[in-house]
């Protein structure tokens, strides 16, 4: 089952979503740990480790967006080729690419891509990554 994203406004976010990006941002701006970060916040840290990969601050500019994913795979002949091709289509320049080496026959492969501001559309090429047999567990990890 593939995930779905949305841009949602701020406003419309339950207050649990807001205070783990301000907890975000406190642990990465002032060296916080975890538990410095919810106590600031008024969050609890479970609720902080439910939400924490789900929600992200999402930039639009003008320059582009870079995503950086990752994503497990089959260790198959044709499944790098098509996760590679997918990204080319919705014209994204690869900045960096690593593929572990496979372990029980899947692979940990974690790609940086520039989405053309024009013509790239990354939701789309999210969706047509995701999609694909033999591609497991995908997650944005971060978006600039």
């Known amino acids: 089952m593939s995930e779905k994203y949305y841009v949602v406004r701020a406003k419309a976010l339950p207050e649990v979503l807001l205070k783990v990006l301000e907890a ?7 060296k916080l740990t975890v538990q410095q970060a919810v106590e600031q916040v008024g969050i609890s840290r479970s609720s902080f480790y439910k939400y924490q ?3 992200f601050p999402f930039h639009d500019n003008a320059k582009g967006k870079t995503i950086t994913f990752i994503l497990q ?3 198959e002949p044709g ?6 091709k997918s990204i080319a289509a919705y014209h994204g320049n690869i900045l960096t690419i690593h593929q572990s080496i496979p372990i029980n026959g899947v692979a940990t492969l974690t790609i940086s891509v520039d989405i053309a501001p024009e013509e ?4 789309a ?3 047509a990554i995701e999609s694909r047999p033999g591609v497991h567990d995908f997650k944005i990890l971060g978006r600039e």
């Not at 499944?79 to 590679?84: E, K, P, R």
Request: glycine share 4%.
């Open 24 to 30: 975000k941002k406190l642990m990465d701006r002032k």
């Open 53 to 55: 990969d789900d929600i």
């Open 73 to 75: 795979m089959d260790d």
């Open 79 to 84: 499944i790098l080729s098509d996760v590679l």
């Open 120 to 123: 790239g559309d990354a939701s």
């Open 125 to 127: 090429m999210v969706e």
